[in-house]
């Protein structure tokens, strides 16, 4: 019988966001398929509206990622969202047209992400793969001697994703947000987004999606194991961990500093050397950057190098 039971990442959207979620998808499509029809005067209110949908949706999920999820980093992020969806709704109103080629990365993202998270056959798929490729990793190493690998205890699915530890006692889920699909839409997204040549983006996207896979079943490993061995079950982390995160059991204090700490932490620095690594591929993504950045910032920010500017131009310092 299993004394305990963690997800990985925990990731529960209540009904009404999955609803919400659909909603703003369909709004960005339209605004993207207007633009494409040439009918700019209608995709940009069209698109503001997306944003402000957007802004919504992630103002719903405050209180998850804040207070259920726990997630320091993933809680402030989703609060900066709000704000910055609404700003850029605002800009696009305005009038500032180059913001289309974000609001259409948006709308790729979204159809990437929303099939498998809304969908429970698909949701089983992708979960099992990444469950069963994490056990062969843990198998394959070697660390994890009388580890079981079993359906989830919870009854909450039929899934094989769940890793049990006699010697401690506890257990681990990989659920949904363990996949990375959130990784793959926000690069799949972006490459689709951008006019470039589609063998580079090609290759942008087959290189990003498998480095994002490689890493996130390291990431999945690390904290299965380190939360089934209890590495950080010490006694001077204990309590500030626990007051930290409102934890009442010193048994959850190796899954929250290995998730939520170390990974979620490490996750932010990986992420920003994929975006620097496939750029080099598709330097068109660098536009991207650079109009959000200029927006939230207020003043323009060039980040392409005068090699990578269009038609080898050169781009201000």
């Known amino acids: 019988m299993l004394l305990s039971t963690q997800s990985l990442t925990e990731f529960s959207v209540l009904p009404y966001t999955d609803v919400l979620a659909w909603i703003v998808m369909a709004v960005f499509v339209a605004g993207v398929v207007l633009d494409r ?16 949908l957007f802004a919504v949706f992630w103002f719903l999920l405050i209180h998850h990622f804040a207070l259920i999820h726990r997630s320091a980093i993933q809680a402030v992020l989703v609060i900066v969202a ?42 089983q798929v992708l979960i099992e793969t990444v469950a069963t490729q994490t056990a062969g990793v843990i198998d394959l190493l070697g660390i994890g001697e009388g580890v079981r690998f079993v359906e989830d205890p919870t009854g909450e699915t039929t899934f094989m994703n769940t890793f049990w530890f006699p010697e401690t006692g506890q257990a681990s889920r990989i659920v949904f947000a363990c996949t990375g699909i959130g990784s793959i839409a926000i690069f799949g997204g972006l490459i689709a987004a951008v006019d470039a040549p589609r063998r580079k983006k090609a290759v942008a996207a087959t290189v990003s999606i498998a480095i994002i896979w490689v890493l996130n079943v390291g990431r999945n490993v690390f904290i299965a194991v380190a939360n089934g061995y209890q590495w ?29 700490i170390l990974s979620q932490g490490l996750a932010v620095f990986a992420l920003v050397g994929i975006a620097v690594l496939v750029s080099r591929w598709v330097p068109e993504l660098l536009d991207i950057g650079e109009e959000l950045l200029s927006v939230l910032l207020g003043r323009e920010v060039r980040l392409r190098t005068p090699e990578t500017a269009p038609d080898g131009g050169e781009t201000e310092p």
């Open 82 to 123: 709000v704000p910055a969806c609404l700003y850029v709704g605002w800009q696009l109103y305005g009038g500032r047209e180059s913001l289309l080629t974000l609001s259409r990365a948006i709308a790729f993202m979204t159809i990437i992400y929303l099939p498998f998270e809304t969908s429970y056959v698909a949701r």
């Open 232 to 260: 950080f079950a010490i006694q001077w982390l204990e309590g500030p961990v626990m007051f930290l995160f409102g934890l009442s059991e010193p048994s959850r204090v190796s899954f929250f500093v290995a998730d939520r």
């Open 37 to 52: 029809r040439d009918r700019r005067d209608l995709a940009m209110p069209v698109t503001a509206g997306a944003w402000g």
